[in-house]
């Protein structure tokens, strides 16, 4: 797999994990989401199409970049959530929620770790 291929495949990933993230919110499919998502990081719709069916000519950084902020944007809003679920769960006091409360603190910190690590890619050239 060639290098463009490769940042081809991670900024269809995240955008993939950032429009599943949009249509939970809003409670619509993925394919409703997209046009907001695109709308957000000032691309056609289209454009977008065309990255998660592999029909791009090329990718530009400007919209590498816009994926992983998009993508760093949904992974934050999931640990805040994620954050709130794990309050609750720390609050109940039968075993299932301490069980819930670990579970949660396992995903929150995968979630983190992953975040950081994506914060500090460096931007496509």
């Known amino acids: 797999m060639s290098v463009a291929e490769r940042l081809e495949t991670c900024a269809r990933d995240w955008l993939a ?3 599943t993230s949009e249509a939970k919110l809003l409670g619509v499919r993925r394919e ?3 046009p907001l998502l695109a709308a957000r990081m000032q691309e056609a719709p289209g454009t977008l199409e065309n990255l998660f069916r592999g ?3 090329g990718l530009p950084a400007t ?3 816009k994926a992983r902020r998009e ?3 949904a992974a934050e809003r999931e640990i805040r959530k ?3 679920d794990l309050a609750i769960a720390r609050a109940g006091h039968s075993d299932a929620d301490f069980i ?4 949660i603190e396992a995903h929150l910190t995968a979630l983190r770790a ?3 690590r994506r914060k500090k890619v460096k931007r496509a050239t």
Do not use: M, S, T
């Open 17 to 19: 994990f950032a429009e």
């Open 32 to 34: 409703e989401a997209r």
């Open 55 to 57: 029909r791009l000519k």
């Open 63 to 65: 919209l590498y970049e």
């Open 71 to 73: 993508y760093i944007r």
């Open 82 to 84: 994620l954050e709130n």
């Open 100 to 103: 819930d409360a670990c579970e």
């Open 114 to 116: 992953i975040v950081e």
